[in-house]
């Protein structure tokens, strides 16, 4: 085996366990429908207080979301569905910049994928604070009457 050949299966071996799981988590929620009782554990945050954290409906969104139901997965949680959308794209970007991707590189006119993880990894501290911030303002905003048909 070459260098760059050994070289190519390092830089891949990261991206292909992150697949990996990834593909075992869906697997997972597709055996296991979030829609039947007991199929999953409930909530914890749920069970004590009574109220839907901002994750409660985010096995359903992602199941629907598999199944190709997207009204019914914006209906369960759409923080969860915007999550999804942005970890699968962050997550191609991050394939692409590993495999080298020249279709994407023509279609951009560069190294789209390298330039999409490199920004991540730059600002992946605000880029995290900012998704949790959404995620708690998405949380409370579905408690508000006029907005109780974000809830799940």
Request: proline share 7%; aromatic share 6%; net charge positive.
């Amino acid at each position: 085996m070459g260098v760059a050949v050994a070289s190519r299966t390092a830089s891949l071996r990261a991206p292909a366990l992150v697949g990996a799981g990834g593909v075992a988590l869906a697997a997972a929620l597709l055996l296991r429908d979030p829609d039947q009782p007991g199929a999953w554990p409930r909530c914890p945050f749920l069970a004590l207080t009574g109220v839907p954290c901002p994750g409660c409906g985010g096995l359903r969104a992602v199941h629907d979301l598999m199944t190709g139901d997207v009204v019914a997965a914006l209906s369960s949680n759409a923080w969860a569905v915007l999550t999804a959308v942005l970890c699968v794209g962050t997550y191609a970007a991050w394939l692409a910049s590993r495999v080298g991707a020249p279709r994407a590189d023509r279609w951009w006119g560069g190294r789209a994928g390298a330039c999409a993880t490199a920004w991540l990894s730059a600002h992946a501290t605000v880029v995290a604070a900012v998704w949790a911030a959404g995620l708690v303002v998405f949380g409370v905003l579905r408690l508000l009457p006029p907005l109780s048909v974000l809830r799940p």
